[in-house]
């Protein structure tokens, strides 16, 4: 039996794990919990999955969650802080990184030096501070988990193959509810609009990204580091149907590719039960539902988010964290109300143009440049907020 610690279980991904864990009571158990703000469904959560230990990052709602947990012998704790020592707590053996977004990173960093082994549902990990963490995840000797389906895809594709057999992998993208738009078209859509997504129940933040392409951006510069690739051997194509999660060509020209119907238990549950593959009761894929299978080239300059993420890749340096800070805040302003679908893409881009560009940068580094994008971006959103 596995002991899992769940950071983010109240999100999409941190749910679907627990109906995976809920489905297989004999093969995983859950030690520690954490949630950012979403109280009452982390109580629930933790009086049926009664963990060791519970984090609500919101310190306004611990008093609530502390009561509530009273005399069930569970230690809850409030904080940031607190992730990072819940991601190295001594009695888990598995740490899922379900939280989103750049608060990911620190408790990421934890469980690598404690030693435990990560299944990462966090891009941003990797995309802020991607030779960071590969670095220190080969020092202690930990080995990163993907749990995206695309990732998941492509790491299945390479068991057994040696990595520097891969000429190209080939990330899917379903692209979102827009796909075919063009500019004109993306002027004036509304977050209801982008929110539904065509083929995946996700979050508000990663439907968002899908529908930006931004999503795939992500996967690009996360592609790079799970798997040691160069930028020219990541590319990207449009899949409608979301049934060929990724694809990994090989240098004598053959392909591997994962198939599935489109369901995040599936690469949650492989990589929670790694190395092992563990029957499950998910529906099962039939070919007969996919008479066609399509495949389209990404339109990068009517969603420019994709092209800019291929050019903070390519620059590299803290790069790829100024655009991850400043999606960030833009998706949570098109959230609010505050600027338009196509104006995310020019914030930005300025961002990137005008932020302190550091090539080698270390881990306060990293923190310095999250905390100021975030700051100039929030300008740069209330100037065009204004303008309207």
């Known amino acids: 039996m596995k002991n899992i610690a769940i950071l983010g279980s109240t999100g999409s991904v941190g749910t679907q794990a627990l109906e995976v864990i809920r489905a297989n009571p004999d093969l995983y158990n859950v030690t520690v919990l954490s949630a950012h703000s979403n109280a009452d469904l982390l109580i629930a959560q933790a009086l049926e999955f009664k963990p060791e230990l519970v984090v609500i990052t919101s310190d306004a709602k611990y008093a609530e969650v502390k009561e ?5 012998g569970i230690a809850v704790h409030a904080g940031e802080e607190a992730l990072s020592m819940a991601a190295a707590y001594e009695n888990v053996d598995l740490v899922l990184t379900a939280i989103v977004g750049s608060v990911g990173l620190r408790p990421t960093i934890a469980a690598i030096r404690a030693r435990k082994s990560i299944a990462l549902a966090n891009k941003e990990t990797l995309v802020v501070a991607g030779e960071l963490i590969t670095r220190l995840a080969a020092e202690y000797g ?36 827009f796909r ?11 977050k209801e609009q982008a929110l539904k997504h065509p083929n995946w129940v996700m979050g508000a933040k990663i439907t968002i990204d899908s529908a930006s392409l931004m999503n795939k951006g992500l996967e690009v510069i996360e592609a790079r580091w799970l798997f040691n690739l160069r930028l020219d051997q990541i590319d990207v194509i449009v899949h409608p149907q979301s049934v060929i999660h990724s694809l990994v060509q090989f240098n004598d020209g053959s392909i591997k590719a994962q198939l599935g119907v489109p369901d995040m238990k599936l690469p949650i549950h492989y990589a929670m039960a790694y190395p092992d593959r563990i029957e499950t009761q998910f529906p099962r894929f039939n070919f007969m539902d996919y008479p066609e299978l399509t495949f389209y080239k990404p339109d990068m300059e009517t969603f420019r988010n994709l092209g800019l993420a291929y050019t903070a890749l390519e620059k590299g340096g803290n790069m790829p964290c100024i655009i991850n800070a400043a999606n960030e805040i833009v998706v949570d302003a098109f959230l609010h109300d505050q600027i338009g679908f196509l104006e995310m893409s020019d914030v930005i881009a300025q961002c990137m143009s005008d932020l302190e560009f550091i090539q080698q940068p270390d881990l ?16 740069l959103v209330s100037k065009k907020h204004l303008a309207i």
């Open 142 to 177: 930990v080995e990163i988990l993907p749990v995206d389906s695309e990732h998941s895809a492509i790491y299945q594709c390479l068991v057994g193959e040696k990595i520097d057999s891969i000429e190209k992998i080939y990330i899917t993208a379903s692209g979102g509810p």
């Open 68 to 72: 509530m947990l009273a005399g069930h």
């Open 180 to 190: 075919g738009k063009d500019r004109n078209d993306l002027l004036k859509v509304t």
């Open 364 to 379: 306060n580094n990293y923190l310095e440049t999250d905390r100021h994008t975030r700051i100039f971006a929030r300008e």
